[in-house]
């Protein structure tokens, strides 16, 4: 199955690209008004301390951590992680394919090599999720630990990212180097 998904790329980057658009046009011009412009804690690629933390908690208010809770963490990133990975995923056999070396291996291991690789941002992606969205949900259990650790789950779920887009970049120039 996740072999097909090589001929859907230009499909999944489509609707990762308008998820993702949608998900910043919130951000700028409405969860950052709900924050008094502070930037959400999901847009903090290099983390966050406590404080900082609970400074847009606090700006927030019930009221705003339930709208984002529900426009953003219930709907689209309940959707992102899981499409964006797709779509690394496609890139990844996509552009490997490319390559002789990457296409006469079996099949099952280019889909087992291009899962290995998103695999780790996809769970890294939920988890920091579900760490925001327990924040939001529940002011008390927004404490300097919790908030320590859905710091450092976003800047892992970032430099997770970081490992299947390097990979799809080096195959495309790879693959474009070979053409010429």
Known sequence: M??????????????????????????????RQLSGGLPSLDMRYFGFTPDEGMAWL?????????????????TFDLLFP????????SLILATGRRLRNFRV?????????????????TLADYAQNFAVARLL??????NPDSLSF?????????????VPVIVIAAFWLLGQRRQN
């Open 82 to 89: 899981a499409l964006l990975s797709l779509t690394l995923i």
């Open 2 to 31: 996740l072999l097909r998904l090589s001929r859907h790329v230009a499909a999944l980057c489509f609707l990762s690209a308008a998820v993702f658009i949608a998900m910043t046009v919130m951000e700028f011009f409405y969860f």
């Open 58 to 74: 606090t700006a927030l208010g019930r009221r705003g951590s339930e709208i984002i809770l529900v426009w953003h963490y219930l």
């Open 105 to 121: 291996l079996p099949a099952q291991v280019q889909s087992t090599f291009a899962l290995v690789l998103v695999l780790p941002y």
């Open 150 to 162: 859905a710091s450092a789950l976003i800047v892992t779920k970032f430099a997770l990212l970081a």
């Open 137 to 142: 949900s529940d002011f008390l259990y927004a």
